[in-house]
């Protein structure tokens, strides 16, 4: 592959990482005091692994996090499991256990010179509150996130100072069937959003009142929208597809409001959410202090008509806009939408000139599917070239002074996919786990993994 040498590099300081999330790669799903979350119950497709091994970094973390170590991550953006907390998001007490284990693992990271990003929600909300409460239906949920984000800054705020308070809010909007295994009308989705939204202001406050030097802000999926011609009415509709899919559940974080465009949409369908006084002024309080940003294609959209049945990202339909397949931009298998590195860059200009917050790239990889050859390795030429034009893209960002401080490439393990199991795999680790819980669960550094190595220790000057 060819190989390109800038003639300066990344900051000095740039976070190069890796993430994950607890219920992809931990399993153990039920040991040492944790409760069942939404992730662990939901229906499993038949032959899918389910959660109660995936990676097994329960049992394994220190040598994953040693394989972290010799490949030079400076940051290691992980999620810590809810229930593991408080098993049934509410207890009077915490689980003991669980706090230990997260306790292992921080100080293992610190010891390896690797900086925690500690992300407190990404999609694993505990069973018990989903059935008592009907979820982030519930404003009970609201105040058992906030307990819920209050222990995990009292007890590992000393060394954490990077939080991220929830993870792809959208989806809770656009697919709550995989998120929860059923759909739900708009009005009850909206409600659960501004719910986490109002959750997500209560972990902001106590996280610059409990963490010192503590900062916290959301991790979000930016959907980049083309419209597929210059009809007004195709540009019209990916203005209004991107304020939906990317702006909402940001402009909620930051502004504490609903984009003009999307508010009228609500009310027209009477889908719009109820709030107190109290609880609207709540959302314009406490800004984030960055942007953790979610990339990994972009969409085209056309203006309202007959849907695409080829294209990527069904779920995101509606009824004034849809989804296309952009003919200008190469697919592949899992990403069948678009393959756009400069759409990294016009994504973090677009969200500089309307938060200006720094930025910190939480997931972008390339999913296949494979397994070791016959020699026992792993030739990810693909995943490496995806990553590399994406860098590109990203290194061109920030020599235009765009403020990004770190990224970190999804994932660092092969991890059980929300709804494709080990059949997509994205790590620089090959995980030997099988589709029905089988395999040795050996680690295989894959060779992404060295060439990974090999940005982070060249600063991103060869990519």
Not at 400 to 406: A, N, R, S, Y
Request: aromatic share 12%.
């Amino acid at each position: 592959m060819m190989k390109t040498t800038y003639s300066n590099s990344f900051p000095e300081d740039f976070l190069w990482g890796a993430s994950s999330s607890a219920f992809q790669i931990e399993g153990a799903n039920q040991e040492d005091g944790k409760g069942l979350s939404v992730a662990d119950t939901r229906p499993v497709p038949a032959g899918i692994s389910d959660t109660r091994i995936a990676a097994d970094h329960y049992h394994r973390y220190r040598e994953d996090v040693r394989l972290m170590q010799e490949a030079g991550l400076r940051s290691y953006r992980f999620s810590i499991a809810w229930t593991r907390i408080y098993p049934n998001g509410e207890d009077e007490q915490p689980n003991e256990k669980g706090i230990a284990f997260y306790d292992r693992l921080i100080d293992a990271l610190l010891e390896a010179g690797i900086t925690p990003i500690v992300t407190l929600w990404h999609f694993d909300l505990p069973d018990a509150l989903d059935k008592k409460y009907n979820g982030w239906l519930g404003k009970e949920t609201v105040e058992a996130y906030a307990r819920y984000a209050k222990t995990c800054f009292e007890h590992y705020g000393d060394r954490v100072k990077y939080w991220q308070s929830i993870n792809e809010q959208m989806m809770m909007v656009f697919n709550t069937g995989m998120l929860l295994g059923q759909e739900q009308p708009l009005k009850t989705r909206m409600q659960a959003c501004v719910h986490m939204s109002l959750a997500e202001k209560k972990a902001i406050r106590l996280c610059h009142e409990l963490v010192p030097d503590g900062k916290i802000g959301p991790s979000s999926a930016f959907q980049l929208c083309y419209p597929l011609t210059a009809d007004s009415r195709d540009v019209q509709a990916a203005a209004e597809a991107e304020e939906y899919l990317s702006y909402l559940v940001l402009d909620l974080s930051v502004r504490g409001e609903i984009p003009v465009g999307f508010a009228a949409y609500l009310k027209k369908n009477d889908s719009y959410p109820e709030l107190s006084e109290e609880e609207w002024d709540l959302l314009k309080s406490d800004r984030p202090d960055f942007l953790g940003v979610n990339y990994y294609a972009s969409l085209a959209v056309k203006k309202p008509g007959e849907p695409d049945p080829k294209a990527d990202l069904f779920f995101f339909n509606q009824e004034n806009y849809v989804l296309v397949n952009n003919p200008f931009l190469p697919t592949t298998l899992w990403l069948r939408g678009s393959y756009d590195p400069l759409g990294l860059k016009l994504t973090l200009r677009r969200l500089n000139d309307r938060y200006r917050l720094p930025m910190i790239i939480t997931e972008n990889g390339y999913p296949q599917t494979e397994e070791p050859d016959e020699e026992g390795k792993i030739h990810d030429y693909e995943r490496i070239n995806y990553v590399a034009n994406h860098l590109h893209a990203l290194k061109e960002a920030v020599e235009e002074g765009l403020p990004v401080f770190g990224y970190n490439m999804w994932s660092f393990m092969d991890l059980l996919s929300g709804s494709q199991g080990y059949k997509k795999r994205y790590g620089l680790v090959y995980v030997d786990h099988q589709e029905g819980n089988t395999g040795s669960l050996d680690r295989l550094c894959k060779d992404s993994y060295y060439w990974y190595r090999n940005v982070i220790e060249t600063n991103g000057r060869e990519l």
